[in-house]
């Protein structure tokens, strides 16, 4: 079975720091891309930033320079870092796995107010 699972949300003042995490288990980790994406009150959900399996990353305009995402193969997790946060970034964070099939976490949530 597989399972994707976010932690690492909360609360958080405006100028913070967050770093959470998507620990996976059911899949061959390394062979999958990993991506962040998040989802506001009201909006689409869209993309936050991704990493490939040789490390590659890319990241949303609107999130560039505050965020970074990173992998840990050998413990089949992925990182987001996130620093600077403004309120604007309160939304529910989902982590995904791509490969030959996709998966979807559940979500934590962040909020960014003071």
């Known amino acids: 079975q597989v399972q994707l699972a976010e932690s690492g949300g909360g609360l958080v003042e405006p100028g913070g720091s967050l770093r959470l995490s998507c620990a996976a288990s059911g899949i061959a980790f390394s062979a999958y891309s990993m991506g962040w994406y998040r989802q506001a009150p009201g909006k689409q959900r869209e993309l936050v930033a991704t990493i490939e399996t040789t490390g590659r990353t890319n990241y949303a305009d609107a999130v560039k320079g505050r965020v970074t995402i990173s992998r840990d193969d050998a413990k089949s997790t992925v990182y987001l870092q996130m620093n600077s946060l403004k309120p604007d970034d309160t939304a529910v964070y989902y982590c995904?796995?791509?490969?030959?099939?996709?998966?979807w976490g559940q979500g934590t949530q962040v909020t960014v107010s003071s």
């Open positions: 995904k796995a791509q490969w030959t099939r996709q998966y």
